[in-house]
């Protein structure tokens, strides 16, 4: 008997094979950060991992002696501040916006072109007419976030509104629904867990556009660390940084998902029967 | 029914529906108004595409009107012309005597073949809605007693047509009959002087579609309001219409299919 496609079969236990590229990784960089050590034992690209979490406990569980700040924490706190403030009136603008353009055919006339030329321009390009404008501090940081995010959410946002079904909007109206009851009711309701949607797509661009703004211009910041300490070829502070950042946008995502499985069970089971 | 109405927390207004209708009458029965509609000369057209030509049509309140022709001919550009879905290119239509609002509203009530049902709302906050809509002119959303009653009327409805025991349930969790009384009971609790059932039985398993002729002629004998039924089953026609109503093109020109539109070409009463 011939064996299954293999397009047919699937493992028993997926889990498992999640965990090896993982796993490959960490074994890759251990063994190549023992091997670099053996050879040259002051050697900085591959600090062993005993070293890391020294460097790691150094900056996270004491003050700093120079500003008596704990630096991992007033980093992430900086840095958490500028993400969710920009995600946060990208996220509001972006319902007021997408729910007008989803809406009404003439403001989609009016802005839907705009909207879209305007998510056409490259953010970072901009940055430097924000620091011109906004000044070097957290205002500049934060209009970085809300204009590469935005257009992209107000895009998404309004095509979803769109693809609510005609006869949901008709039957509505003959329910006797005028614009607002509509809007609050049928639409804003439904529209919601896609928003939710479109800000997890948004996080990995957010942090991209966090970290180039605060590794050009800023006092603090786990962007501002990295490039900072790059100059010394720290990778101890540097690879920690990495993983927590990843760790941050990790959860941020599954807090995101929680959220809409909790708020909104109704999406998910909606194409079923 | 009772039994599975009270194993739901939605079960007072459902129980006060079964205590009246074992009283003798239903609960909603004589609630909807009903609409004599006239149809002159109407037309519609699509770019050079002629859909519907010189339809003119008058309609008794508390008709049960049935459409059928052969696919394409306009019997659903007519359906959501009378909706308001769409205008006509020439001719006027009457709803008791005055022009039809050229956009959907509460007057002409609707349900479509799918789709129809909100998959946010549960299903007793489905048909809770319309009243919410009519009682709540801003945001449509009451609170506190009035969302109560909303409720417990909205509860009447789903016993109506048997749907008491899914009152909790989002619309999502439904077969595809309960789907379509579902919409059913929306459409009626603004009480709409005309029905409108676009194919509304066309995805249901023989069966369903029997219990789904019952109830509607059920509800058709209780509201009194006029239906108007678009089907492709010439046979569901016959047994539902009190008239039935066939689209089809009188002229065609093969070397120029849309140069004619459809119009009645039999219209009899049954």
């Known amino acids: 008997m011939p064996s299954p496609r293999w397009i047919n079969r699937a493992p028993a236990n997926p889990r498992v094979l999640a965990a090896v590229p993982f796993a490959l990784l960490l074994a890759g960089y251990l063994a190549g950060s023992s091997v670099r050590l053996a050879a040259n034992p002051g050697d900085k690209l591959m600090p ?39 995600l946060a009136i990208a996220t509001s603008l972006a319902l007021v916006i997408g729910l007008v353009i989803g809406m009404l055919p003439y403001a989609e006339s009016l802005l839907g072109p705009f909207v879209t030329a305007i998510s056409m321009v490259p953010a970072l390009a901009v940055l430097p007419i924000l620091f011109i404008v906004f000044g070097l501090d957290e205002l500049s940081k934060v209009v970085l976030i809300v204009i590469g995010v935005l257009p992209f959410m107000i895009r998404d946002l309004a095509q979803r509104i769109r693809e609510i079904p005609e006869e949901q909007w008709i039957k509505a109206q003959t329910l006797g629904a005028g614009g607002l009851q ?14 939710i949607d479109s800000l997890r797509l948004s996080l990995g661009p957010a942090w991209l556009f966090l970290i180039s703004a605060e590794a050009i211009s800023a006092t ?54 | ?104 509203g509460p007057d002409r009530g609707v349900v479509f073949q799918r789709y129809s049902s909100f998959p946010h709302l549960s299903v007793l906050d489905n048909v809770a809605l319309g009243l919410e809509f009519e009682r709540a002119p801003i945001f449509g959303r009451l609170f506190g007693a009035a969302r109560r009653r909303a409720r417990e009327e909205a509860a009447q409805y ?98 120029e299919p849309e140069r004619y539109g459809a119009t009645i070409t039999y219209d009899i009463a049954l």
């Open chain 2, 1 to 104: 029914m009772s039994t599975a109405a009270a194993a739901t927390p939605m079960s007072r207004g459902a129980m006060v529906a079964d205590e009246v209708a074992h009283a003798g009458t239903s609960a909603i029965a004589g609630k909807s108004a009903t609409g004599t509609i006239s149809v002159r000369n109407l037309w519609h057209e699509y770019g050079s595409k002629i859909v519907l030509e010189r339809v003119s049509l008058d309609v008794a309140p508390g008709s049960f009107v049935s459409i059928t022709g052969p696919s394409g001919c306009g019997k659903s550009t007519f359906l959501r012309i009378l909706l308001g879905q769409q205008r006509p290119s020439r001719g006027q239509i009457l709803l008791d005597g005055a022009p039809l609002a050229p956009e959907p």
């Open chain 1, 48 to 86: 062993a991992p005993a070293v890391m979490v020294e460097t790691w406990s150094s900056m996270a569980l004491a003050e700093d002696t120079r500003t008596g700040e704990v630096l991992f924490w007033t980093d992430t706190r900086a840095s958490l501040v500028r993400l969710g403030l920009g």
């Open chain 1, 220 to 273: 603090g910041g786990l962007g501002y660390r990295i490039f900072l300490v790059r100059r010394y070829m720290a990778m101890d502070v540097i690879l920690p940084y990495v993983v927590w950042i990843t760790l941050l946008a990790f959860a941020s995502d599954l807090l995101l998902r929680a959220l809409r499985r909790n708020r909104y069970p109704w999406v998910d089971a909606e194409g079923k029967g």
């Open chain 2, 158 to 255: 789903l016993d109506e047509v048997g749907l008491a025991a899914e009152a909790s349930n989002y619309p999502h969790a439904l077969s595809g009959g309960m789907r379509q009384r579902l919409s059913i009971a929306q459409a009626l609790i603004r009480r709409p002087k005309v029905l409108l059932l676009d194919e509304p039985f066309g995805a249901l398993d023989p069966g369903t579609r029997e219990s789904m002729h019952e109830l509607v002629l059920k509800l058709w004998k209780e509201c009194g309001m006029t239906i108007f039924l678009v089907t492709h089953d010439i046979r569901e026609g016959f047994k539902l219409g009190t008239r039935l109503l066939v689209f089809d093109k009188v002229r065609d020109d093969p070397h």
């Open chain 1, 182 to 195: 509509l809007a609050s009711r049928v639409i804003l309701p439904q529209a919601m867990p896609r928003l």
